[in-house]
T-cell receptor
Framework: QQQVKQSPQSLIVQKGGISIINCAYE??????FPWYQQFPGKGPALLIA?????SEKKEGRFTISFNKSAKQFSLHIMDSQPGDSATYFC?????????????FGTGTRLKVLA | GAVVSQHPSWVICKSGTSVKIECRSL??????MFWYRQFPKQSLMLMAT?????????EQGVEKDKFLINHASLTLSTLTVTSAHPEDSSFYIC??????????FGPGTRLTVL
């Protein structure tokens, strides 16, 4: 019940295309869902985050879509660029335990072809 | 804002020696700091959670006597890998949160044990 399932494992997209990465969770206590971008040899960087009371959040080329009833959320990268080639992780956390620990997805390696 | 640093960025040590990794929040006070371990092409694995002035809470399966965590101030946490062995070679990443849900990650430390 603590898992966050992420798909696909890897993704190849043409420059200018839309990259879509999906995550699903079981624990309905989760109330914070961030997405991180990680380049090789670097720490993860926060891209965008959403809470369950919002169905969509957009920041620049990055959009999170959230489906509370289906317990799914996804990251859309519009106009994908070669510089977006990285590994993307979704995560979920809850404040109810007081720890604010993240449960991470398994990651998606995105490659954007020039 | 919300910058987290780690030192060193990489370290090579001999088997049996101890290595200390520092994690600092540069522009905010970190209520909680987290330590992760990441193997190549895998997700982040939470090792422990620490609050300033309190003992760290270790995840199941993480040896607390091997991975010593000290959170002496609101801006500094240290991870000491004691009696390191080759199997401890990994990428260690810290993160910090202020008061909200968001964790800000450091750039990571590559540990190689010979």
């Amino acid at each position: 019940q603590q898992q966050v399932k992420q798909s696909p494992q890897s993704l190849i997209v043409q420059k200018g295309g839309i990259s879509i990465i999906n995550c699903a969770y079981e624990n309905t206590a989760f109330d914070y869902f961030p997405w991180y971008q990680q380049f090789p040899g670097k720490g993860p960087a926060l891209l965008i985050a959403i809470r369950p009371d919002v169905s969509e959040k957009k920041e620049g080329r990055f959009t999170i879509s959230f489906n509370k009833s289906a317990k799914q959320f996804s990251l859309h990268i519009m106009d994908s660029q070669p510089g977006d080639s990285a590994t993307y992780f979704c995560a979920a956390s809850t404040a109810t335990s007081g720890t604010y620990k993240y449960i991470f997805g398994t990651g998606t390696r995105l490659k954007v072809l020039a | 804002g919300a910058v987290v640093s780690q030192h060193p960025s990489w370290v090579i040590c001999k088997s049996g020696t101890s290595v200390k990794i520092e994690c600092r929040s540069l522009d905010f006070q970190a209520t909680t700091m987290f330590w992760y371990r990441q193997f190549p092409k895998q997700s982040l694995m939470l090792m422990a959670t620490s609050n300033e002035g309190s003992k760290a809470t270790y995840e199941q399966g993480v040896e607390k006597d091997k991975f010593l965590i000290n959170h002496a101030s609101l801006t500094l946490s240290t991870l000491t890998v004691t009696s390191a062995h080759p199997e401890d070679s990994s990428f260690y990443i810290c993160s910090a949160r202020e008061t909200g849900d968001t964790q800000y990650f450091g750039p990571g430390t590559r540990l190689t044990v010979l």
